[in-house]
């Protein structure tokens, strides 16, 4: 029996703070293999997909929350279904089942798989089997405590921080009683919380005592000590998916392509048609910033754009055989993609130096709708949406990082891949 259970948004310095607020498993997790994890993209569906597929962004099929379809004008959320590749982590033998919890990208199974939903996707479903919707605990489940992210910046954010440790403590119960069931072989449980109060609140939040919400949050970390007695009694490991670092600004990189003439905007009018799908897929994500959520639908003048980073810190060649309005032909493509990585090479590089990185597909064709090269600057955020709807910088980003706690004796390096860590996990 797998169990999974993911901290996401705690970096490994938070680890020492987390060990001291658990003092019946603290112990038990001090004895697991520690391993630092990095990934290729922040956000939290690309993270995941890593995870669930072993396979990074440029195969995996999924680069963020949502992907371009037919267009690079024409985005569409991610789910599991858009996967290339099997979702191995959750995936279970014939006759056997599998409980997911708050996991991204992963849709009702109800045939064999247990799932209580992210809240990431509109599938109208927040449980699934259906029948447990029967049981009281599950009845009232959601996955978030807000219903929109517009709603819930008019909050106090102290309320918005306790709601959110008080719908994980529920959530948290509902895991130990679907643990209890012991009808599966792989379980898998997403906290969601230390993300939220990442962005809430900031880094470090474990040790700062002083905090208006910790007397909750304190409370919530002696459900979770019990609960972590209970779920170490499978093949256990912990992981935090990514981490958060103080974010030192933002970039828009379709108006730094623009400016290199690779990306021409379209008019205001068609900005004002899709903004409201725009913030549709916003308010859709319910989350405390609107973190990743980038989107350039509609905006795009592919008749004469080469390329265009609708999703966060990706960028993607507007291929003629990929895209129904692409330009780029494939003899050219190597042509503009190095066109492209030079540029951003010298203009990030120049100001960002070594916290710049740029990592290219790796093959010399990408006849997929995979992006082509990944950008990462460290601490700084990608919102690549049009300048009007810019905001201010957030206090916190995603680092691409974060740690795993493995079982004693696992063969992982003191540093390893995302995908390297799903090969360990599924192995
Ligand atoms: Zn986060």
């Known amino acids: 029996m797998q169990c999974l259970i993911a901290v996401d948004g705690l970096s490994s310095s938070d680890l020492t703070s987390l060990v001291q607020c658990l003092p019946r498993s603290g112990k038990l997790l001090e004895r697991l293999r520690f391993a630092k994890i990095n990934s290729s993209l922040s956000s939290t569906q690309a993270i995941w997909a890593e995870l669930l597929t072993g396979f990074q962004a440029f195969l995996s099929g999924c680069a963020g929350y949502a992907c371009p379809s037919s267009s690079l004008n024409k985005l569409v959320v991610c789910t599991e279904r858009d996967l290339q590749m099997p979702a191995r982590l959750v995936e279970t033998d014939a006759g056997e089942?599998?409980?997911?919890?708050?996991?991204?990208?992963?849709?009702?199974?109800?045939?064999?798989?247990?799932?209580?939903?992210?809240?990431?996707?509109?599938?109208?479903?927040?449980?699934?089997?259906?029948?447990?919707?029967a049981d009281p605990l599950f009845e009232h489940y959601l996955p978030r405590p807000y219903k929109s992210h517009a709603g819930a910046t008019t909050l106090d954010q102290n309320d918005v921080s306790k709601q959110c440790i008080e719908l994980e403590s529920r959530r948290l119960s509902m895991a130990v009683s679907l643990f209890n069931q012991r009808n599966f072989s792989k379980f898998t449980y997403r906290l969601s919380v230390f993300d939220y109060l990442s962005h809430l609140i900031g880094t470090n939040f474990l040790a700062a005592k002083d905090l208006t919400v910790y007397k909750s949050l304190e409370k919530l970390l002696r459900q979770?000590?019990?609960?972590?007695?209970?779920?170490?009694?499978g093949d256990f490991a912990l992981v935090s998916a990514h981490s958060h670092t103080p974010c030192l600004g933002t970039i828009n990189l379709n108006l730094l392509l623009a400016s290199g003439g690779f990306l021409y905007i379209d008019t205001e009018e068609g900005s004002s048609r899709n903004r409201s799908e725009r913030l549709k897929v916003a308010s859709a994500l319910w989350q405390p910033?609107?973190?990743?959520?980038?989107?350039?639908?509609?905006?795009?003048?592919?008749?004469?754009?080469?390329?265009?980073?609708?999703?966060?810190?990706?960028?993607?060649?507007?291929?003629?055989?990929?895209?129904?309005?692409?330009?780029?032909?494939?003899?050219?493509?190597?042509?503009?993609?190095?066109?492209?990585?030079?540029?951003?090479?010298?203009?990030?590089?120049?100001r960002f130096g070594r916290a710049f990185s740029l990592e290219t597909y790796p093959h010399q064709l990408n006849s997929s709708s995979a992006p082509d090269l990944?950008?990462?600057?460290?601490?700084?955020?990608?919102?690549?949406?049009?300048?009007?709807?810019?905001?201010?910088?957030?206090?916190?980003?995603?680092?691409?990082?974060?740690?795993?706690?493995?079982?004693?004796?696992?063969?992982?390096?003191?540093?390893?891949?995302?995908?390297?860590?799903?090969?360990?996990?599924?192995?």
């Open 97 to 133: 089942r599998s409980v997911t919890i708050n996991l991204p990208l992963l849709l009702p199974r109800p045939e064999n798989r247990t799932w209580l939903a992210d809240g990431s996707l509109s599938t109208g479903k927040l449980v699934s089997p259906p029948q447990l919707r």
């Open 224 to 233: 979770f000590d019990d609960a972590l007695q209970v779920f170490s009694a």
């Open 289 to 350: 910033t609107t973190h990743h959520l980038t989107s350039l639908d509609g905006r795009l003048d592919t008749s004469r754009s080469v390329a265009a980073s609708p999703v966060s810190g990706c960028v993607y060649i507007n291929k003629r055989t990929v895209f129904d309005d692409g330009i780029v032909e494939d003899s050219d493509y190597l042509k503009v993609r190095e066109a492209i990585t030079s540029y951003l090479g010298s203009v990030l590089g120049s």
């Open 374 to 427: 990944i950008v990462k600057i460290d601490g700084v955020e990608f919102n690549n949406l049009s300048e009007s709807m810019t905001p201010v910088a957030p206090l916190t980003t995603h680092n691409p990082s974060g740690f795993a706690l493995l079982p004693e004796g696992s063969l992982a390096a003191d540093q390893i891949s995302a995908t390297d860590l799903a090969t360990l996990l599924n192995a």
